[in-house]
């Protein structure tokens, strides 16, 4: 079992900059691939990003290409996501998954443990 807390959202103007984080406890999260989703009212959760177990790859959705990094520190059993130059439509809830897939998955269905998710808000 795996327990995930994410932290660090926030309001931000157009162009700034925030760091989530999920730190998680239960379980050391090497054992996990690591992905990064947000949702918005009405809408289905989107995968944005996911850093594989196996060898640490990176992964982004278009809409993260470019400005968004996610990173890993098995030692702090913690994951960031890292966000730059953020736009309005990157308002969103942002939430963590962890899944056994080695190399991470673009689905929801495949992600065993979520964290409760922080709110992103990017004014104009």
């Known amino acids: 079992q795996v327990q995930l807390v994410e932290s660090g959202g926030g309001l931000v103007q157009a162009g700034g900059s925030l760091r989530l984080s999920c730190a998680a406890s239960g379980r050391t999260l090497g054992s996990y691939s690591m992905g990064w989703f947000r949702q918005v009212p009405g809408k289905e959760r989107e995968w944005v990003t996911m850093?594989?177990?196996?060898?640490?790859?990176?992964y982004y959705a278009e809409s993260a290409k470019g400005r968004f990094t996610i990173s890993r520190d098995n030692a702090k059993n913690t994951v960031f996501l890292q966000m730059n130059s953020l736009k309005p439509e990157d308002t969103a809830v942002y939430y963590c998954?962890?899944?056994?897939?080695?190399?991470?998955?673009?689905?929801?269905?495949?992600?065993?443990?979520w964290g409760q998710g922080t709110q992103v808000t990017v004014s104009s």
């Open positions: 850093i594989a177990r196996s060898d640490g790859s990176t």
């Open positions: 998954g962890a899944t056994t897939e080695p190399c991470g998955s673009r689905w929801e269905r495949d992600y065993s443990f």
